[in-house]
């Protein structure tokens, strides 16, 4: 009994020292490893080169000096370093009208390809719950990590936007906060024409 005992303390030691530096992947019930839906966070903070002139007005100089964790298991990102233009979807699994707009913003991440990015922020969540809603929908760009919703809280006492989502965002090549949308889900329309009106930016359909 004490043989067996040590063994198995044995290997959780290993398994336990495996996880060190292992992103994207979340361990699950009977040591079965799920890869993220999540793509890499790595490119954020590169501006797009050869970026439009946007037309709206500066809202926000930059974000909120906050870090948050990439949801896929990468790296910690600060969103002062965050560059677009961009599309920033404030989101979370628990919000009725997030799971109506996430497609919508995934296509629309699609047909954007290299023009500008899409990203994601988890508000108010748990990672695996995420991670559930993320394969469910069959959404993908990238997303960071905000389980105490700091960064709507953030935006709030900034007066850009009630605490509430769904929210979306929109950053120039400078990181610069130059269009916030609230209390509606975005339709692909309404978000073709929000990302024009803000960053200059058209989006072939």
Known sequence: MR?????????????????????????????????????????????????????????LDRLPELELSCLNGGDIVALTELRGPAVINLWGSWCGPCRAELPVVQAYADRAGDRLRVLGVDTGDRQSTAEDLGRELGFRFPSLFDPNKELLTALSVAKLGAPGLPTTVLIDAEGRVRGVHQTTALDEAALDRFVRDHLGVTVAG
């Open 3 to 59: 043989r067996a005992v040590r063994s198995v303390a044995a290997a959780l030691v290993l398994a336990l020292a495996g996880c060190a530096g292992t992103p994207a992947i979340t361990p699950t019930a009977g040591d079965v490893v799920i890869a993220s839906p999540f793509a890499d966070c790595a490119a954020l903070t590169t501006p797009i080169a050869d970026s439009p002139a946007p037309p709206g007005d500066v809202l």
